[in-house]
């Protein structure tokens, strides 16, 4: 009761915690925060420039620029945490900004999680957010609050699918009844992709870009099917040979065949979360089809090569980079409710 209570004076909010791309929302207000996962800190250390503030778009400029005295650091690696402090530093300004300051209650955090990742690691991102403010931690799975801000019917007796690429980790899963009927996770995503591009310029024409050029590069003229009309780019980066800058031209063409390894992947989660559904769940996907979103659902064709793949149709959901982010607003509405059924800092795990 007095949590509740808490509640109506607090503002709860809901985090989809991306490897990528960090969406706050808050109740009855939407999303209001879009930022990287990016945080600048001193070399060496753990201390945040600007006094803590050199988070998220400040940082991301940092990116592959920073002299020897600075990182620039992506706190969380396929989906999970691999840097703690600077996780829970990264936090702790993207609530105060959404929060401010000088509040008597601390608020209610949902923070949504890739499915397969282990309970050593959901500790971690309940440990984390607790020390940056929150005041309780609720968990759900990234492709349940996928699902429900996809707007897909997943309470009700009938198979929803979502895909769910995102920059760290896919998640695939078939949903009905408001719970996860099977589901794959792979740590494979957007950050995949730009690694694909990054080897294929430097094996093809001796030239290194950085993680920024080469993700501009999938968004501009990478595909996942053949186009219509090829694309061409004009791409800058250092000579390994000569160690000088240069440019070149490339096509979607090659970049299509660089991405290759990182698309199949992705088509082979879907056909083995498809694989292992429930003959009746499987029929009602004829009808239903299948959801996808997140960042890696607007490579070009995607959803032309999921369609090849599995026979049915394939739709790429409404506003698809915040799928995530508006399901945990779903969560946040319906808190009292559903909090009973979510991974949250009542276990016990001191």
Not at 122 to 149: F, N, Q, T, W
Not at 162 to 175: F, H, K, L, Q, S
Request: charged share 25%.
């Amino acid at each position: 009761m007095l949590d509740t209570l808490f509640g109506w004076f607090g503002m709860d909010m809901g985090i989809d915690l991306g490897t990528c791309t960090t969406l706050v929302c808050v109740r009855d207000k939407g999303i209001v925060l879009n930022e990287p996962s990016v945080v600048a800190v001193r070399k060496g250390t753990n201390i945040v420039l600007n006094n803590g503030e050199a988070v998220g778009l400040v940082a991301r400029e940092m990116l592959g620029k920073t002299p020897g005295s600075i990182s620039a650091i992506r706190p969380l690696k396929d989906g999970v945490i691999s840097d703690f402090e600077i996780t829970e530093a990264m936090l702790k300004y993207f609530i105060r900004k959404v929060y401010g300051r000088g509040r008597l209650v601390n608020p209610r955090v949902v923070i949504a999680v890739p499915s397969g990742i282990t309970a050593v690691e959901r500790r971690a991102v309940i440990d984390s957010a607790e020390r940056a403010g929150a005041r309780k931690v609720y968990l759900v799975d990234e492709p349940m609050a996928a699902g429900i801000g996809a707007g897909l019917p997943i309470t009700e007796p009938t198979a929803s699918m979502i895909v769910d690429i995102g920059g760290g980790t896919t998640e695939v899963a078939i949903m009905s009844l408001a719970d996860i009927a099977t589901a794959e996770s792979i740590r494979i995503g957007g950050d995949d992709m730009d690694e694909a591009v990054i080897n294929h310029l430097k094996k093809t024409y001796n030239l290194l870009i950085g993680e920024a050029r080469a993700e501009k590069v999938k968004i501009q003229i990478g595909s996942a099917s053949p186009l219509e009309e090829e694309l061409t780019m004009e791409i800058a980066g250092r000579d390994t040979i000569s160690g000088l800058p240069r440019k070149i031209v490339i096509t979607s063409e090659e970049i299509r065949e660089a991405l290759r390894d990182p698309v199949a992947t992705i088509i082979d989660a879907v056909t083995a979360t498809l694989e292992k559904a429930e003959p009746e769940l499987a029929a009602d996907l004829i009808d239903n089809g299948v959801h996808i979103c997140g960042g890696g659902s607007l490579l070009r064709g995607m959803d032309t090569v999921l369609a090849n793949a599995t026979g049915l149709k394939v739709q790429i959901a409404e506003d698809p980079l915040s799928c995530v982010a508006r399901g945990t607003s779903v969560y946040l509405e319906n808190l009292e409710l559903w909090k009973d059924t979510m991974d949250h800092n009542d276990y016990g795990w001191e």
